[in-house]
Every structure is written in C-alpha cells, then in structure tokens.
C-alpha cells in the first residue's frame, strides 16, 4: 500500500538543494511560529526586479549623481535583457556570457550601438555589486535575499588599451579659454590633466592635503592607500590650483567636490557666483589612441 501510494504521490525532485532546505525550513517554521498552527502568508518572492527596487531605495541614493543615472540605466537594461521576474538566484554563465555579446554588439543598452569591453565591465560591475550585496542583506524576517551570488567568480571583459581622449595643443588653448565658463572645476581639472599626465579619476580623488604649494608637489593615491606617488608639479598647475584655493573652491577636504556637494566657507551652502556645476563636461571628441609608453 506504501508503495502505490507512493507511486500516486511522488514527491517532487528540487534541482537547488540548499535552496529546497531553507524553502522547507521557512513552511515548518510557519507552523511551529503562528497560533493555531495556522502557516502564515507566504513572503513574495524575490525577482529581479524586486531586488533592483530594494536597491534603488536603500543604495543607489548614496552614490554620487553621475553613478545614481547609471544604476537608473543599467537597472532597466538588465530588466529588459533578463526579464522583470526572473529568479536572480538562477543567473549563470550562459546568462553572463549572453549578455556580453548582446552588449558588444549592440542589441542591448540604451543607445543600440555597439560598445567597448570597458563600457560591458562598468555594467556587470554594477551587477555583481548587487548580487553582492543581496548576499549580505536580510529580509524582515531575518532572512538573506540571496544565499550566494550565482554569478561570482566569472571573469569581466577587460580592454587592453581603452580608447582614451586625445586633443591636440590648440584643441586644449581652445577648451583652457571657455573653460572658467564651464565651471571652475572643469578649468582646473583640464589644466591639471595636460600638466601632469593623470587621469580624471586620480584628479577627482585629489584632497588638499595631498597638495604641497611650498614643497611644489602633489601626492597621487593609488587605487590602494599604501601605494602613494609624490611628483612636481609644473607652474601651471600650482597656478589653477591656488587661485581655485583663494577665489572659488568651497570649504573641504575635496578639492573638487561633486555638484551638490558645496560647503561654502561663508556657511552659505552656495557655489562662486557665475559657477554652473556639472558631474563632467561634454563634447570632447574621442580620438583612437595606441598602447601607451611604460
């Protein structure tokens, strides 16, 4: 008798057993844990799109502006590619790598142009950042939203020489006068590039201890605090620097501080006078460039 009624009832085969012990564990509980014994209503299930919600109220507000408009964009784009319900806990390799040929060519994102390996990294680094954090983050019953990340471990697309913006010396005396008309700190920002070599991200890190006016020498930080680079600088730089420090520059540790992030030193909150904040300038037209130097 066992057996037939085990052949009219088979019980059914779960493919994640993790993932059927802990679903067990939760129906059981909501027996032993509700008066009467009566289960309580099942939690709603975590979709992707449920997972971008949570994240987009709880992480997103604390990013800077630039970074806010991209987890905005890369948030509809996976939705769209994945799907709105789709269990992140079921992504994978064939996911991943379905993804970065649809980005490459094209046929996802939100200009339907083919883009870079550096432009596909910056958008799967958006959501690893997720997936990592929904495996550190509990639900109001205690729960984990992810028990892991389905997709950690898999290697990004890395682009060996990225396309970098290249001007010529009349191109930069063209942007150097109407820079002051951008905002301030596009003015020093540029000066700062064309003198010493380094990148906007380095410039946009720099704080103003790290800048030495007697000694003429700024402190480069690495992506790791250990690893620091102090190098002279040119009169130009020292010049933009100084006058950026005296005329314009709100009261901070930053030297360039992001849009609305003012402190004034008169306790107004209010940028320079004439001053238009923007996260980066735009119209500067990308030119190939070859490997770089050692």
Not at 61 to 74: F, L, N, S
Not at 139 to 153: A, Q, T
Not at 199 to 223: P, S, Y
Request: some cysteine.
């Amino acid at each position: 008798m066992a057996r037939e009624r085990a052949q009219a009832h088979p019980v059914p085969q779960h493919r994640d057993w993790a993932r059927a012990k802990r679903q067990a564990d939760q129906f059981a509980a909501g027996f032993i844990d509700t008066p009467n014994g009566k289960a309580e209503a099942e939690p709603e299930p975590l979709t992707l799109e449920r997972l971008f919600d949570i994240y987009a109220e709880e992480v997103t507000p604390t990013k800077g502006e630039y970074t806010r408009q991209h987890d905005r964009t890369a948030m509809a784009m996976f939705l769209r590619f994945f799907g709105r319900n789709r269990d992140p806990a079921t992504l994978s390799q064939r996911d991943w790598d379905r993804f970065i040929g649809a980005r490459r060519a094209g046929r996802v994102g939100p200009s339907g142009k083919p883009v870079s390996d550096r432009t596909v990294e910056y958008d799967l680094k958006f959501l690893m950042a997720v997936l990592n954090w929904a495996e550190r983050s509990r639900d109001e019953r205690g729960h984990l939203l992810l028990d892991r990340n389905p997709l950690k471990g898999l290697r990004k697309p890395t682009e060996k020489y990225p396309v970098r913006v290249v001007l010529t010396e009349e191109e930069y005396r063209a942007l150097l006068g109407v820079s002051r008309q951008v905002d301030w700190r596009f003015h020093v920002a540029l000066v700062l590039a064309h003198e010493t070599g380094h990148r906007i991200g380095a410039i946009r890190q720099l704080q103003w201890f790290d800048t030495d006016f007697e000694g003429k020498t700024i402190r480069w930080r690495a992506k790791h605090e250990k690893q620091v680079c102090q190098r002279p600088d040119g009169p130009a730089a020292q010049g933009a620097l100084r006058a950026w420090r005296l005329e314009g520059c709100p009261h901070g540790a930053q030297v360039l501080p992001e849009a609305g992030c003012w402190t004034t030193q008169d306790g107004t909150g209010r940028p320079p006078e004439g001053s238009r904040l923007k996260s980066r300038p735009a119209g500067i037209i990308r030119r190939e460039s070859g490997p770089r130097n050692p």
